[in-house]
Nanobody, 124 residues
Framework: QVQLVESGGGLVQAGDSLRLSCAAS????????MAWFRQTPGKEREFVAG????????YSADSVKGRFTISRDNAKNTLFLQMNSLKPEDTAVYYC?????????????????WGQGTQVTVSS
């Protein structure tokens, strides 16, 4: 099992920045790929950005490219999402997720472990 705990959400204004963190614990060898997803009420969970464990390769959704950066600190077992130039449409609950699969994985059903989520609200 892998446990994930997100933090860093909050209320900001458009154009501001936030950094989300996801502390991972447990059987971390089972988390080959990690990612951030987000969800707003009435909508499906949406892929935001992912990072592979073995190569450190990153990939992100077109809607956040150039603004959001995913990274990890292996020594601290922590995943980050640096969000710059935030827009009101970025408002959502952000979830950290881990998959036992390797590679570019954007489908939420392929992720095995999830955090509880952290709210990000961007006012205009």
């Amino acid at each position: 099992q892998v446990q994930l705990v997100e933090s860093g959400g909050g209320l900001v204004q458009a154009g501001d920045s936030l950094r989300l963190s996801c502390a991972a614990s447990g059987r971390l060898y089972m988390a080959d790929t990690m990612a951030w997803f987000r969800q707003t009420p009435g909508k499906e969970r949406e892929f935001v950005a992912g990072i592979t464990q073995r190569t450190g390769s990153t990939y992100s959704a077109d809607s956040v490219k150039g603004r959001f950066t995913i990274s990890r600190d292996n020594a601290k077992n922590t995943l980050f999402l640096q969000m710059n130039s935030l827009k009101p449409e970025d408002t959502a609950v952000y979830y950290c997720a881990a998959s036992r699969l390797q590679g570019v994985i954007t489908d939420q059903v392929l992720y095995d472990y999830w955090g509880q989520g952290t709210q990000v609200t961007v006012s205009s």
